[in-house]
């Protein structure tokens, strides 16, 4: 059947009002990403609005025109991270096409072709790819991982389909059955990798260094329309409670008033305390960098590389979160951390690193963490040191005598001048047990640690920039470990517990941490 006949053929099997979001989706954050009469919000590479006729709207669906101009992917003019996809799907006989999500680059070739994951569209049952193997068939990730599902898609039937795309966890349903369901770091995912032979891409597209992208619309064999293109942006942040705390975790973008580069606890209130203790655009428990003792890198993102490498969130439960990061580009660090609530007033945080190679310049390999304080009248951590006596580290400056070693630690490791590293400045103080505390009003932030041999503090006075009325300046009250000789492919744990309460002295902070660690 010629491609017009077919155009006409879609228009009889469309309904008269598709493409809309009821208030419920509106409510939940549903945005259409096709209105159903014009190919606004779309656009072939980097032109728009997008050629024609390559693309038409008939009836009010997105209708590829094979014969009908240069054969270009259709990409959305916005880009997005992690999400939720919809969309309706029709193929005529033999006829393949796609849906491209994490676009990691675009190549010019016989045409425009973007490097992504792929979601496969074509017609089960006579399209010579998608008969060639099950990676080729519908509702698969095109070349990696077959689909799971109970028949093949059919032509001239209308399909429905799903793509969740959440940190490296990929999920794709085809009418109503889940049939993909992989994780892109997982011994799994590797080995479906291993045996496909797009070598060019696929090492990239475990990776995903990059994660904001448009959503691509593929043209490819034949005739294929696409109608009630929805999508969801998946949250940036995830609201915890138990009854006398509150938490807010985020990931490292842009989230009101929260500056992008920040990620960790956003902030933390009780029902006597609206306050936040941390710094609002800032945050707490701040997964802030990598280092190896090598010279501070020119470019911050480098150095700052946790805060800037694509980093998603996953709300567990009511009271437990998730943050995941792939390897980072340089250090090439995966890591996941879990943030959960107990009652009454206990955040619970387990961090998970694993680091993907050894090339550390020290053969070591420093991760730290910054908690941006707002605006504490005692900038102090206090903790205890031998024989049991309380010591009190309130930096001078930043980076000087910043970092506290436990009793029984070797030589801090040999690193590269610089005195805005707080790392690299070591205290004549030293902790003998694994916790510290400070004051912020009537309230006490106390951190209390799972021994670990690798664990240093630090502090530094104005690490969180000048308080609002410009008369002082901020403390970080931080954390680190320092590992020695990492190993790739071994995780490297730390667990922690943060307390947020009414001060009630020393003995009570006491009882806290021997509630935690016995």
């Not at 059955?177 to 080995?191: G, I, M, N, T």
């Not at 010591?391 to 070797?410: E, F, M, N």
Request: charged share 20%.
């Amino acid at each position: 059947m010629r491609p017009v006949l077919l155009l006409a053929a879609f228009a009889a099997l469309l309904p008269a009002q598709p493409n809309t979001l009821t208030p419920a989706e509106i409510q939940a954050g549903w945005q259409l990403l096709f209105n159903g009469h014009s190919l606004a919000g779309w656009r072939w590479a980097t032109e728009s609005p997008a050629p024609t006729p390559s693309w038409a709207v008939v009836n009010s669906a997105l209708v590829t025109t094979p014969g009908q101009g240069k054969a270009v992917y259709l990409l959305t003019e916005a880009s997005f991270t992690d999400f939720e996809l919809t969309f309706s799907w029709h193929a005529s006989p033999g006829a393949n096409s796609g849906i491209k999500y994490r676009i990691q680059s675009i190549a010019e070739k016989a045409r425009l072709e973007p490097t992504g994951l792929e979601y496969q569209i074509t017609d089960d049952v006579s399209n010579p790819d998608s008969l060639s193997t099950p990676r080729h068939s519908s509702g698969a990730l095109y070349d990696y991982v077959p689909p799971r599902r109970s028949a093949p898609a059919a032509p001239n039937v209308w399909h429905h389909s799903r793509i969740v795309a959440h940190g490296l966890h990929i999920e794709h349903w085809l009418d109503g059955e889940k049939v993909v369901d992989v994780d892109l770091d997982s011994p799994a995912a590797e080995a479906s990798f291993a045996e496909s032979k797009r070598t060019e891409s696929k090492v990239i597209l475990r990776r995903q260094a990059r994660r904001d992208s448009p959503i691509a619309l593929q043209i490819h064999d034949g005739v294929v329309a696409f109608r009630d293109i929805k999508l969801r942006p998946l949250p940036l942040t995830a609201q915890l409670a138990v009854s006398q705390l509150a938490a807010l975790i985020g990931s490292n973008v842009t989230f009101g008033a929260h500056r992008a580069g920040y990620n960790g606890v956003f902030a933390l209130s009780t029902p006597t305390n609206s306050a936040n203790p941390f710094v609002p655009a800032l945050a707490g428990v701040n997964l802030e960098h990598y280092f190896d003792g090598r010279p501070r890198p020119a470019d911050a993102r480098v150095f700052f590389e946790p805060r800037h490498a694509p980093m998603s969130l996953r709300q567990l439960s009511p009271t437990a979160a998730e943050l995941i990061q792939a390897p980072t580009p340089v250090f090439g660090v995966a890591s996941t951390t879990r943030f959960e609530l107990k009652e009454p007033y206990y955040l619970d945080v387990a961090y998970r690193a694993t680091p993907t190679h050894t090339n550390f310049t020290n053969n070591f390999l420093g991760i730290f963490w910054a908690s941006y304080m707002n605006a504490p009248e005692d900038k102090s951590i206090y903790f205890r040191g031998p024989q049991s006596r309380w010591q009190q580290l309130a930096t001078q400056l930043h980076g000087r005598d910043a970092s506290v070693l436990a009793v029984d630690a070797p030589a801090p490791p040999p690193a590269a001048e610089d005195p805005a590293s707080l790392y690299r400045n070591a205290s004549p103080l030293r902790y003998a047990e694994p916790f510290f505390y400070g004051r912020i009003g009537d309230m006490v932030l106390i951190y209390i640690f799972r021994p670990n041999p690798y664990l240093r503090f630090a502090q530094s006075p104005s690490g969180g920039g000048v308080t609002p009325a410009g008369d002082d300046t901020n403390p970080a009250w931080d954390f680190q470990l320092l590992i020695p000789n990492p190993k790739a492919n071994r995780e490297y744990p730390l667990d922690l517990r943060v307390v947020y309460k009414p001060w009630a002295g020393r003995a009570d902070v006491l009882s806290e941490v021997k509630k935690f660690l016995r």
